[in-house]
C-alpha cells in the first residue's frame, strides 16, 4: 500500500509579464512579480508529486503566508501516513483539519495538495494524468481562449489582433469597470474577434445591482456568450434576479 511519507512546501514568486487588472483590484503589474506556493508530495516508495497555489488577497482571502502555514502546520499532519489513492478520505481528514465554515475552508492551500496527490497517483501508475483519470491516451488539441487586459477600446483592439496572429479566436474580458467601459468592450471585442468567436464578460463579483441588468442587457446585444460571476459568491439571490429579468 503506497502511504504520503513527505509534504513540503516552497512559497515562490514569479515574474508576471502583463498588467492584470479586474473588478476587485490588481493580480499584479508587468514586471513585478506574483506568489505562488509549490508542494512536494513523496509516497513512501519515493515517488514525488507536485501541485501549486496561487494566491491573490484581492480576490480571495487566502495568502502566500497563510497557505504555507495551513499545509504545513494543519494539512500534512492529517495526511502523512495516509493511504495515496484514497482520495475522497484524505479530503475528509483535509476538511476536518481545516473546517468548511462559511467557504470551502482554504481552498486554494487544499488544492494544491489535491494536485499534488493526482501528480504522483499518476507518476506512480505510470500514467499522464490524463489517461489516469479516464481520458483518452491520443493527443487532442484543446481551444484555447485569450484572457484581455486592456481596459481601453483600441487598446483591447490591438490586443485581439495580436492573439489572433497567435492563433487565438475566443476571448474572454474582464467586466466591472464602469458600465460605459464594459459595454463598449464588448462591442469591439465582437467586431474585431467575429461572429465564429466565443466571448464572455467575466465580473468577478463587481457588478451592482443597479447597474448589472443594463450592461447584461447590453451585452446580449453585442452577443457575449457568458457573463461570469457578477455579484458575490454568497449573493445567489441576486443572480436569480437578474437571471430572471
Known amino acids: 500500500m503506497?502511504?504520503?511519507?513527505n509534504i513540503e512546501v516552497f512559497p515562490i514568486r514569479l515574474p508576471i509579464t502583463n498588467t492584470f487588472r479586474f473588478a476587485s483590484g490588481s493580480a499584479g503589474k508587468a514586471g513585478d512579480t506574483a506568489p505562488f506556493v509549490l508542494v512536494k508530495l513523496?509516497?513512501?516508495?519515493g515517488e514525488v508529486g507536485w501541485g501549486?497555489?496561487?494566491?491573490?488577497?484581492?480576490?480571495?482571502y487566502e495568502t502566500a503566508e497563510s497557505i504555507t502555514t495551513t499545509i504545513r502546520h494543519y494539512l500534512a499532519p492529517a495526511l502523512l501516513g495516509q493511504e495515496i489513492t484514497d482520495r475522497w478520505g484524505l479530503h475528509r481528514r483535509m476538511h476536518s483539519a481545516i473546517g468548511r465554515?462559511?467557504?470551502?475552508?482554504?481552498?486554494?492551500?487544499k488544492a494544491a495538495v489535491d494536485m499534488a496527490v493526482h501528480d504522483v497517483c499518476a507518476r506512480s501508475a505510470g500514467q499522464s494524468l490524463r489517461t489516469y483519470l479516464g481520458g483518452s491516451s491520443e493527443r487532442n488539441s484543446v481551444v484555447l481562449s485569450y484572457t484581455l487586459t486592456a481596459h481601453e477600446v483600441e487598446a483591447v483592439r490591438r490586443e485581439i489582433l495580436h492573439a489572433m496572429e497567435r492563433g487565438?479566436?475566443?476571448?474572454?474580458f474582464k467586466a466591472?469597470?464602469?458600465p460605459e467601459t464594459d459595454i463598449a468592450l464588448a462591442k469591439v471585442i465582437r467586431q474585431t474577434a467575429g461572429p465564429d468567436a466565443?466571448?464572455?464578460?467575466?465580473?468577478?463579483?463587481?457588478?451592482e445591482p443597479h447597474e448589472a441588468l443594463k450592461v447584461a442587457r447590453s451585452f446580449a446585444e453585442a452577443?457575449?456568450?457568458?457573463?461570469?460571476q457578477p455579484f458575490p459568491a454568497d449573493q445567489l439571490h441576486l443572480m436569480r434576479r437578474l437571471r430572471s429579468q
Open 2 to 5: 503506497r502511504t504520503i511519507e
Open 42 to 45: 513523496t509516497d513512501n516508495e
Open 52 to 60: 501549486e497555489g496561487r494566491p491573490m488577497p484581492q480576490w480571495s
Open 101 to 109: 465554515g462559511p467557504s470551502t475552508g482554504f481552498p486554494i492551500a
Open 168 to 172: 487565438f479566436r475566443h476571448f474572454n
Open 176 to 178: 466591472a469597470v464602469t
Open 198 to 207: 466565443f466571448v464572455w464578460a467575466d465580473a468577478n463579483q463587481g457588478f
Open 223 to 228: 452577443d457575449v456568450n457568458v457573463l461570469e
